[in-house]
């Protein structure tokens, strides 16, 4: 089961973002892992990694994931940042044969990012169990 839960709430990220009209209004695409040629402001959905988080009678997962948007700073990525921090709280529910019970901003980060320009980073919890 291991590497199933992490994809699953990669794949639930995607799926999300990527259906928010208001998102898709402030943002030029949301990608799985970073877009080799893409315009800012855009929203790539970062590595996942996973630990043991499971009860007496149930496994489970805690998956860490990695939310980006490259191109804040404006009055437009502000706003996209907002929305995904909206967006998260949504994650709760089922994903690919698991649950997620839980799903929290652990860190965020706003910085100037290598290529210029700014980034909002931040990292999610979620807690899954799996059926």
């Known amino acids: 089961m291991t590497g199933g839960a992490e994809q699953a709430v990669r794949a639930r990220a995607l799926a999300l973002l990527r259906a928010d009209a208001e998102l898709a209004r402030l943002v030029h695409g949301v990608f799985d892992g970073v877009p080799p040629r893409a315009s800012a402001p855009y929203v790539s959905v970062g590595g996942a990694e996973g630990g043991d988080w499971g009860t007496k009678d149930r496994a489970g997962r805690e998956v860490r994931l990695t939310l980006v948007l490259a191109g804040a700073g404006s009055a437009r990525g502000d706003g996209a940042a907002a929305r995904i921090e909206a967006i998260v709280g949504a994650l709760r529910g089922g994903a690919a044969g698991w649950t997620i019970v839980a799903a ?20 999610v919890r979620c807690r899954c169990l799996a059926g």
């Open 104 to 123: 929290r901003t652990l860190r965020t980060r706003f910085a100037v990012a290598r290529e210029g320009g700014w980034r909002f980073e931040m990292l």
